[in-house]
């Protein structure tokens, strides 16, 4: 059965209290039903926590698209995250933030993220409601600072209206904040892919034998990193990369300081891969043609390089040209236009 998702959530919004309400009238919050897609594996994130909300996701959808929480009161959440580009910054190697900054690493998807329990391409965050914390106060991104955003929420009536609807505790302040930016980030589900309506049985999933022997080749020689179908093992991993001396980014070593944790990334999703160019944690390459160039022969050999793309001295995945252009076709069955669309996840 198609995800349902959003099926109670567009009902409730129907019956909504006006933004222009005074601010003594409470809104009807009511709760949204979170609907797991039949495809895909359990949920991680502990919904019971931070129960989901019409108001909570509103306000979540609020602060994601409020420039008024970066010190230089522009770049908000959607600035590297855009949503036709699976809220991904579309067209950059690696992301820019406050007076230009530039940062080191390219802005990963925002999709099913409440299936995943560690985040960020080295893993700095293991809980979706501390995510946003590291974006928001750094220097190069938002460079926010909580007291200065929560003093502007306080002298905003509708913030204040929807923190005292959203939370039993009705406080505008960071715990809240951060909950209610993690209700939205809930919600991005990409789950309505030609892949996923294939996998489910419905109209509309009829893959071309191109895609499915992509899908074969895929399954063969990519899945045991990118498994499940949210397309991820959230592992961490090297994938032989060539390091570039001028940053020399370490990965999930900066987090952990394991020597066998050097030059390892987070596995990424491939759900929108179609649409989230270019491509690996700098960005280095604009089409997925590069991508898997990369892997049949661009592979650099290091001491912590996963075992898969070894084999017997031998680097990378064998892969002829006629395979790539079946594993590219059936990536682009994992293109989501609903999620892409979904005016629920857009600012306007």
């Given at each position: ?26 809104y ?54 855009i ?6 910054h579309?067209g ?52 926010g ?37 993690a ?29 499915m ?6 399954n ?7 498994a499940?179908d949210?397309?991820t ?8 990369l060539?390091?570039?001396?001028a ?5 999930r ?6 020597e ?5 990334f ?39 390089l ?10 990378g ?31 306007f």
């Amino acid at each position: 059965m198609k995800s349902k998702v959003f099926g109670l959530f567009l009902a409730a919004l129907l019956f909504g209290c006006s933004t222009e309400d005074s601010e003594d009238e409470e809104y009807q919050n009511i709760p949204i039903a979170f609907q797991v897609p039949s495809n895909f594996p359990p949920l991680v994130y502990n919904l019971s926590s931070n129960p989901l909300t019409e108001k909570g996701f509103e306000l979540g959808k609020k602060l994601f698209y409020d420039g008024r929480l970066a010190s230089d009161g522009l770049v908000s959440c959607a600035f590297c995250h855009i949503q036709q580009d699976a809220f991904t910054h579309h067209g950059h190697t690696v992301s820019h933030g406050v007076n230009n900054a530039v940062g080191t690493r390219n802005a990963q998807p925002i999709q099913n993220l409440a299936f995943q329990n560690v985040f960020m391409w080295d893993g700095a965050a293991n809980h979706l409601d501390m995510q946003a914390i590291i974006p928001f106060t750094s220097e190069i991104e938002m460079n926010g600072n909580f007291t200065d955003a929560v003093a502007m929420m306080k002298a905003d009536q509708e913030y204040r209206k929807l923190f005292k609807a959203a939370f039993v505790n009705g406080e505008v302040n960071s715990a809240n904040m951060l909950k209610a930016l993690a209700q939205f980030m809930i919600m991005a589900v990409s789950s309505n892919s030609k892949f996923d309506k294939y996998r489910r049985g419905e109209s509309g999933g009829t893959l071309s034998q191109t895609e499915m022997e992509g899908y074969s080749v895929f399954n063969q020689k990519c899945a045991s990193c990118h498994a499940t179908d949210l397309f991820t093992d959230n592992s961490f991993r090297n994938n032989g990369l060539a390091v570039n001396p001028a940053v020399d980014d370490k990965g999930r070593y900066r987090v952990t300081e394991l020597e066998q944790d050097k030059y390892k990334f987070k596995v990424p999703s491939l759900r929108n891969v179609e649409k989230t160019a270019p491509y690996m944690h700098d960005g280095r390459f604009f089409t997925l043609d590069a991508v898997l160039n990369h892997y049949t022969n661009g592979v650099t050999n290091s001491a912590t390089l996963d075992n898969s793309l070894s084999n017997n001295g031998v680097l990378g995945i064998p892969l002829t040209n006629d395979e790539k252009v079946k594993i590219i076709a059936f990536l682009k069955t994992l293109t989501d236009t609903e999620f892409l669309t979904n005016p629920q996840l857009s600012e306007f």
